[in-house]
Antibody, heavy 125, light 113 residues
């Protein structure tokens, strides 16, 4: 049974760093890309970035300068750090598992098949 | 970025009637090497995480009722609920994964008329 669970502070001050951790269970860590997605209040879903177990990452260009995603394979955890936050970063943050499909030549990243419950992070002084 | 545009923004349908949600991408999401469209549909209810319903534009996830179906190719896609049930009230999102930098539609809110 696949489970993902976000944890971290629910309140962050402006200009500080938002830090969240996702703990996952079920499935092989190397078969998936581990991702962060957020949803500001009343708005749609925004992909933040992903990490592969090898440490390979990719980020949304609009957030790339402020985002770092890391992974601890020994603990089945991956983490998100978002620096210099403002009120615009207030959102429900989800961690999710992204599938991949491979041919003899390459692997492609696909859809998100499992999501955590989400955690609301509010940026306010 | 590939821009995903859903229509309508909201939809009210009577119980037992058909609901149709459209999704248009700013460029084709068809992978010509595999002939598969990199398009997924999610159902999102308040207080819950999004739930994957459909992937590769038309493949239903195991356990999803067969009243949900996906169709389309290239840039135009449709999610159809053949007979609306009360538990289908939710916001529905399409998402392209043709590009590693995935993007979602703005969402369609589905309600009971």
């Amino acid at each position: 049974q696949v489970q993902l669970q976000e944890s971290g502070p629910g309140l962050v001050k402006p200009s500080e760093t938002l830090s969240l951790t996702c703990t996952f269970s079920g499935g092989s860590i190397s078969d998936y890309y581990w991702s962060w997605i957020r949803q500001p209040p009343g708005k749609g879903l925004e992909w933040i970035g992903y990490i592969y177990y090898s440490g390979t990452t990719d980020y949304n260009p609009s957030l790339k300068s402020r985002v770092t995603i890391s992974i601890d394979t020994s603990k089945n955890q991956f983490s998100l750090k978002l620096t210099s936050v403002t009120a615009a970063d207030t959102a429900v943050y989800y961690c999710a598992r992204r599938t991949r499909s491979c041919s003899s030549l390459s692997c492609n990243l696909d859809y998100f098949d499992y999501w955590g419950q989400g955690t609301l992070v509010t940026v306010s002084s | 970025d590939i821009v995903m545009t859903q229509s309508p923004d909201s939809l009210a349908v009577s119980l037992g009637e058909r609901a149709t949600i459209n999704c248009k991408s700013s460029q084709s999401v068809l992978d010509t090497s595999t002939n598969r469209n990199s398009l997924a549909w999610y159902q999102h209810k308040p207080g819950q995480p999004p739930r994957l319903l459909i992937y590769w534009a038309s493949t239903r996830v195991s356990g999803v009722p067969d009243r949900f179906s996906g169709s389309g190719s290239g840039t135009d896609f449709t999610l159809t609920i053949s007979s609306l049930q009360a538990e289908d009230v939710a916001v529905y999102y399409c998402q392209q994964y043709f590009s590693p930098s995935v993007t979602f539609g703005q969402g369609t809110k589905l309600e009971i008329k």
